[in-house]
């Protein structure tokens, strides 16, 4: 079975900062592998996915992630924090080409000091 | 356009009460899932419909059931309520059903509390 596991349920940055959500899945098969975010009070918004074009994938509000296939990783990351990125972001893998269902993470909150 | 519409946002049950929870897709979509979000944990995928069929199901019991209209909208009811399903639950919906092919947009919720 997929699954993925979220290292550190809070990180805290300043702004200006990197930003680091560290994300590892498991999979038998080749993954498909998303980032999502939530603010409060609201559903959740795509960032970026992975679907085996390319490893460096970028997505919206200047954030990148990078498919590590030798490590089972996909982190995601920001060069420069702005405040705005404060709210919860999700790992999650998908089950196959043709699944139906995405498995997320538990999350990470990301908290961002001025 | 308008986005994943839920109703009700809010809502509080007691147990053994029943619930019926309610999403509109994005026009031209005809995929929908739902996923429950305890506080404090990802979202759990509960079904997924497309074509006004089930294509999947998540791991939940028979107390939960949905379905998919004409129109594309669909409904989550839940049975004899434990405290348990107190949750946000999500709709999501796509214009292709696997979830790789077809980027989901997430509606932002019905709140469920169980007292």
């Known amino acids: 079975a997929q699954s993925v596991t979220q290292l550190g349920s809070h990180v805290s940055v300043s702004e200006g900062a990197l930003v680091l959500l560290r994300c590892n899945y498991s999979?038998?098969?080749?993954?498909?592998l998303f980032w999502y975010v939530q603010y409060p009070n609201q559903g959740l918004q795509l960032l970026l996915k992975?679907?085996?074009?390319?490893?460096l994938v970028k997505g919206i509000n200047g954030f990148e992630a990078e498919f590590k296939k030798s490590e089972t990783s996909f982190h995601l990351t920001k060069p420069s924090a702005h405040m705005s990125d404060a709210a919860e972001y999700f790992c999650a893998v998908s089950e196959g080409s043709s699944a139906s269902k995405i498995i997320f993470g538990s999350g990470t909150r990301l908290s961002i000091r001025p | 356009d308008a986005g994943v519409t839920q109703s009700p946002t809010h809502l509080i049950k007691t147990r053994g009460q029943h619930v019926t929870l309610r999403c509109s897709p994005i026009?031209?979509?005809?995929?929908v899932s739902w996923y429950q979000q305890v506080l404090g944990q990802g979202p759990q995928f509960i079904f997924q419909?497309?074509?006004?069929?089930?294509?999947g199901r998540g791991n939940f019991p028979d107390r939960f059931s949905a379905r998919q209209f004409p129109n594309y909208s669909s409904e989550l009811n839940v049975n004899a309520l434990l405290l348990g399903d107190s949750a946000l639950y999500l709709c999501a919906s796509s214009f292709a059903r696997g979830a790789n092919t077809g980027e989901l947009f997430f509606g932002e919720g019905s709140r469920l509390t169980v007292l």
């Open positions: 419909y497309y074509e006004k069929e089930e294509r």
């Open positions: 026009s031209g979509h005809k995929s």
């Open positions: 992975y679907t085996s074009a390319a490893t």
């Open positions: 999979s038998s098969v080749p993954p498909y």
